[in-house]
C-alpha cells in the first residue's frame, strides 16, 4: 500500500520555524520525486517546493525562496522541509505528493500520483 505521510506541522509564532517531514512506503521511493503543497482556507492549492533525487533538481515557489529547504533522505525514505522565518500568510495545510521522476520538478502539476493527508502549520502573529 502507497503512503505518504507528513509529520511536524504545529502552531508557531511569527517568524519562528519548523520542520516538516514526508515519509514514504509503498512505492519504490528513488523513482519518484516529491514536492510540497499548501491550502490556505479559502484558497486553491499550491506548489511551493520540489525535490527530484534523480537529477539534483530542487525549486521553490517565489513566496517561499530563500525561507524554506527542501531536502531527502533516501536511505530513510524520507522528504524534510524546513520552514524559517514563517509568516501568518504561511498558514495552512501542508501535503506532500509524489510523481514519477522523469516528470520532472518543473512539469508536474497538481494532479499527483499520490499525496498524503497533510499536517497543519499554523503561524501567528
Known amino acids: 500500500e502507497v503512503q505518504l505521510v507528513e509529520s511536524g506541522g504545529g502552531l508557531v509564532q511569527a517568524g519562528g520555524s519548523l520542520r516538516l517531514s514526508c515519509a514514504a512506503s509503498?512505492?519504490?521511493?528513488?523513482?519518484?520525486?516529491i514536492a510540497w503543497f499548501r491550502q490556505a482556507p479559502g484558497k486553491e492549492r499550491e506548489k511551493i517546493s520540489c525535490i527530484n533525487s534523480s537529477d539534483g533538481v530542487t525549486t521553490y515557489e517565489d513566496s517561499v525562496k530563500g525561507r524554506f529547504t527542501i531536502s531527502s533522505d533516501n536511505a530513510k525514505n524520507t522528504v524534510y522541509l524546513q520552514m524559517n522565518r514563517l509568516k501568518p500568510e504561511d498558514t495552512a495545510v501542508y501535503y506532500c505528493?509524489?510523481?514519477?521522476?522523469?516528470?520532472?520538478?518543473?512539469?508536474?502539476?497538481?494532479?499527483?500520483?499520490?499525496w498524503g493527508k497533510g499536517t497543519l502549520v499554523t503561524v501567528s502573529s
Open positions: 509503498g512505492f519504490t521511493f528513488d523513482d519518484y520525486l
Open positions: 505528493a509524489a510523481d514519477p521522476f522523469w516528470m520532472g520538478c518543473h512539469g508536474i502539476t497538481n494532479k499527483m500520483d499520490y
